[in-house]
């Protein structure tokens, strides 16, 4: 069995290393070239995941064709702004029955398109898969217990990316709500950065509690919207992924946020953190997608309007903090 892997950041990485070990024929490509010189010399992935000895076995390939040729499963781990391209580059090599399993988090701005319906798009006769939940690359290349969630439409298909990728480290549950799980993925990458904005800002434990939760709120009032089920968001995609990035010392999102509450123009603390932060974008396509169908997300609002330049945080937070009286439960 072959696993083929478009994107070698952190996450693209430790998923290579975790199926090498499981004794599975792996192959990964990126973009960039110097990248992938650069591993194929020192089976270490210095710029995204440092420190970890990549498997001497994975194959570093040439193109995006080579990569993907007679592989079972193509994960797609580049990240969310470039999915769809990533995926139709791969899609000439990849066989009839490949399945996808795509690992990246997002919203695509312009179309405000979740990945999977992207993937419906440009491969609509390929099985889908979305693999997600509160995993951070580092711990994952570390041997760290994971537990994450598989959803696809297709009962057998969440099974097989269950049977294939689960080890006694990595452990998986399946489910069908792919809306749900997308973006649970998706949407707790804007709560990150909203918990780093108010660290930044010097605000405690009672603050960032009303952020989360509140927060898990308004992903599942759009996900209910949108046809997904509001308990998967109460679920290892949802509340598990939102709380460890929201409080890791790994969460690129949150490295993020805290610098811009600190005051550092947005701009500025994404060159800091040095690799993709996908709240960035996200938050502005969660936005424009929340106003268009009418949903109320006041929280995922204020963060875009921050990030985004518009407003600084202490405006944003006075402005959340003096909304109109609410009942805390919204109808279902």
Not at 37 to 44: A, F, G, M, N, P
Not at 47 to 53: A, D, E, M, T, V
Not at 258 to 272: F, H, L, N, T
Request: overall charge negative.
């Amino acid at each position: 069995m072959k696993i083929g892997i478009i994107g070698a950041g952190s996450w693209g990485t430790a998923l290579s290393n975790l199926l090498a070990g499981s004794g599975l024929r792996v192959s990964i490509w990126d973009v960039d070239k110097e990248l992938l010189k650069s591993i194929s010399l020192t089976h270490e992935n210095n710029k995204y995941l440092p420190g970890r000895r990549i498997h001497e076995s994975i194959e570093i390939a040439e193109t995006s064709y080579d990569c993907v040729k007679d592989a079972d499963f193509v994960v797609t781990a580049a990240p969310s702004q470039h999915f769809r391209s990533a995926l139709s580059s791969a899609l000439p090599g990849m066989k009839d029955d490949a399945i996808i399993v795509n690992v990246a988090k997002g919203i695509e701005i312009g179309s405000l398109k979740t990945l999977s319906a992207i993937s419906s798009e440009v491969a609509p006769k390929h099985k889908y898969a979305v693999l997600s939940g509160p995993s951070h690359a580092e711990e994952v290349a570390d041997g760290m217990p994971t537990t994450v969630t598989a959803a696809s439409a297709d009962p057998e298909t969440a099974e097989a990316v269950q049977d294939v990728f689960m080890t006694d480290r990595f452990r998986i549950y399946t489910q069908s709500d792919i809306i749900g799980v997308e973006l649970g993925g998706a949407l707790k990458n804007i709560i990150a950065l909203g918990a780093g904005i108010v660290v930044g800002m010097g605000y405690g434990d009672n603050t960032n509690a009303a952020l989360m939760t509140r927060g898990i709120t308004e992903m599942a009032r759009l996900g209910q919207h949108m046809g997904a089920n509001p308990e998967t968001f109460y679920g290892l995609s949802g509340i598990g992924d939102l709380i460890v990035t929201c409080t890791s010392i790994h969460s690129r999102n949150r490295k993020c946020g805290i610098m811009i509450g600190q005051g550092v123009e947005p701009d500025v603390a994404i060159a800091r953190v040095g690799m993709i932060v996908e709240g960035i974008p996200t938050a502005e396509a969660a936005k424009e997608l929340a106003d268009k169908l009418g949903v109320e997300m006041p929280i995922t609002e204020a963060i875009s309007r921050v990030v985004s330049g518009e407003v600084p945080p202490d405006v944003a937070m006075a402005a959340l903090m003096t909304r109109d009286k609410k009942h805390e439960h919204w109808k279902r």
